[in-house]
């Protein structure tokens, strides 16, 4: 048997305590001075020198790691602006005229959403004609199935009456499903080498070679146009009960409602298993999720997937969405521009009403151009990422508590005397959010004209009209959006957006008069998170109905607004510190506004 050398068992030594200690002194220090060193060397009873190598050597792995990453990201940047350009000089060539060359007006842009459009509602209505056709096959003379066929038919799954829709059994679903959940516990609960903090900004840093090497994944792009690989991983703790959010993972209304600034659209295309008992333990079903941005300069992502609930123990479950291609095989391939790998979300009990979520997003998407301003965002995984998926659960959890409390502290709810107009005014507060989200969008139901102001830039514009709704004024509605770069960090654009005493200087409605707070209601334990009623001294506030109880439901609104994100250009560390301000400076915020008009209140349609 071969010795090791003592260098070797050194080194060997080092890093058991370094990495695996229960402070983790790498991390909380990665470079150590020169007093750090010599109190590790006599607790190792080490050189300092082979302490300070360590370290060096540890530094310079990690890097080449992210060095790796970093360059897998600029090459699929450089792929991209290779691809803008061409699509901005076929764009050119189809605007000219071939005998004199001069431009002609073009109705591309307009023809190819009305296109997508046409294609949606097409793969919709072949999945229903399919569906109709398999069960007028497996009926009787060909009468259609009856729909009081008991418990035990109504627990039954759909593909169990016929395969003609997607061409896959069951039982094929579910082999595929369980694969999937095996990954995703491993990707949720594996440390080194799969993954690799990053030191500069402390996220994690999927190592795909490891990814390859442990799942035995293959180059899946072969046939399919070039796409990108985004993985992320975060932990947080949720103020929800256990059962309340397996329950909103498996209704899909709930869930869209969970995620109004990621979530444009959702629904269940088929069940495949119910499940067991109230929780709907092992319950599968096929979905489409339309996933945003909060502006329309991104386009969205079109996801089909199926999703898998189960209960792992009394207080864990999990639940894993995985892409099946024979699925995506029978949906125009146009609109399937992004897969979900093996992704999801460990939810534990972590007992008065808590629960740790342990987030997983594994994306592979078609590489489409990014506008400049959101390509840093977009391409960190900011954008669609776990980090992004966490920290809105945990947001609207606390929105959830604060609605049903009663005992908020009346510092945090002034200008509200009664629990049903707190109820009220937070209810309100949500649709309008809701309202607002799914205004600014680059949603396929949205058709977005764009002119350049005189500024030179870019503005946003779309219509569409409400006929019979009543939470908005019936007529046509104009939405008008535009985006810009601010050298300033998100919380103080923030705090001066909501700052009252400031509003008259940007808000042109209040024309210069001054602004008052009547009402402020907390929903959430960051003060900033909360709810505003403001109006001018010089005018009577329409909210008094909804201030004193009255059901909101039936107010009509239409709302305007901010969106603020981070523009994803994060510094380096500028010291070695425990104190997470001292980490690096932040960059600057994409600030999107919104406003939406009625333009005419006539209901009825052209």
């Known amino acids: 048997m071969p010795m090791r050398s003592k260098g070797a068992c050194a080194v060997a030594h080092i890093g058991t305590i370094l990495e695996h200690g229960n402070h983790c002194l790498f991390k909380e220090s990665p470079h150590p001075d020169e007093k750090q060193r010599q109190q590790l060397s006599k607790q190792l009873g080490l050189a300092p020198r082979q302490v300070k190598f360590w370290f060096q050597n540890r530094r310079t792995q990690i890097k080449a790691i992210q060095e790796r990453h970093e360059n897998s990201l600029l090459k699929t940047e450089m792929e991209k602006l290779r691809e803008e350009n061409k699509a901005m000089r076929e764009t050119i ?19 190819t959403t009305e296109e997508q459009q046409l294609r949606i509602e097409n793969a919709k209505l072949k999945a229903e004609v399919e569906k109709l056709r398999a069960a007028l096959g497996n009926s009787p003379s060909g009468a259609a199935p009856s729909c009081s066929a008991g418990n035990e038919q109504e627990n039954r799954s759909s593909l169990d009456f016929y395969t003609g829709i997607f061409g896959l059994e069951k039982s094929r679903i579910m082999e595929i499903v369980n694969q ?30 490891e990814y390859m090497k442990e799942f035995g994944v293959e180059n899946s792009s072969s046939g399919r146009p070039k796409r990108s690989i985004e993985a992320s991983r975060e932990t947080g703790v949720a103020f929800v009960d256990l059962p309340r959010l397996v329950q909103i993972f498996n209704d899909a209304n709930q869930w869209k409602e969970m995620f109004p600034c990621l979530i444009s659209k959702a629904a269940t295309v088929d069940v495949i298993s119910n499940g067991e008992g109230p929780n709907k333990n092992g319950a599968v079903q096929l979905m489409f999720a339309e996933v945003q941005m909060l502006t329309p300069m991104v386009p969205t992502r ?17 639940i894993v969405d995985v892409s099946i291609d024979k699925v995506e095989d029978n949906i125009d391939a146009s609109l399937v521009k992004c897969r979900k790998r093996p992704s999801g979300c460990i939810i534990e009990d972590k007992s008065n009403g808590h629960c740790k979520v342990t987030w997983v997003e594994h994306l592979e998407c078609q590489k489409s151009p990014v506008h400049s301003m959101y390509r840093t965002i977009v391409n960190s995984g900011l954008a669609f990422g776990a980090r992004h998926w966490t920290a809105t659960l945990q947001l609207q959890c606390e929105r959830i508590v604060f609605y049903m409390a009663t005992n908020v502290p ?19 507060a949500h649709r309008m959010t809701w309202s607002f989200c799914r205004a600014i969008g680059a949603s396929s139901y949205h058709t977005w004209n764009k002119v350049t102001s005189k500024t030179g830039d870019d503005i946003r514009f779309s219509s569409r009209k409400n006929l019979n709704d009543p939470s908005e004024p019936i007529g046509v509605i104009l939405c ?27 808000d042109i409605i209040s024309n210069g008069s001054p602004v008052q707070s009547i009402a402020n209601l907390a929903k959430g334990q960051d003060r900033g998170n909360a709810v505003t009623i403001q109006t001018m001294k010089s005018k009577e506030n329409p909210m008094w109905s909804v201030i004193t109880g009255c059901d909101s439901s039936n107010v009509a609104v239409l709302p305007s607004g901010f969106s603020i994100l ?41």
């Open 302 to 318: 079109e996801i089909y997937f199926v999703r898998y609930c189960k209960q792992l123990s009394a207080e864990k479950w999990a």
């Open 180 to 209: 999937a959940m095996e990954e995703l516990m491993k990707m949720a609960t594996a440390g080194e080498p799969l993954w690799i903090r990053s030191v500069e900004t402390g996220r994690e840093i999927l190592n795909y070679d």
């Open 480 to 506: 008008v959006v535009s985006s810009a770069w601010l050298p300033v960090s998100p919380p103080v654009l923030f705090d001066f957006l909501r700052d009252e005493t400031h509003r008259n200087e940007w």
């Open 566 to 606: 981070p523009d994803g250009l994060e510094s380096r560390p500028l010291v070695i510190t425990s104190r997470q301000e001292e980490k690096g400076t932040e960059g600057g915020s994409l600030l999107t506004m919104a406003v939406q008009i009625i333009t005419s209140t006539s209901p009825q349609p052209n």
């Open 93 to 111: 060539n189809k605007a000219c005229c071939p005998n004199c060359g001069m431009a002609t007006t073009s109705r591309d842009s307009s023809l």
């Open 410 to 428: 009346t510092k945090d709810s002034t200008g509200v005397t009664t629990l049903a107009g707190r109820k009220s005014i937070l209810k309100l």
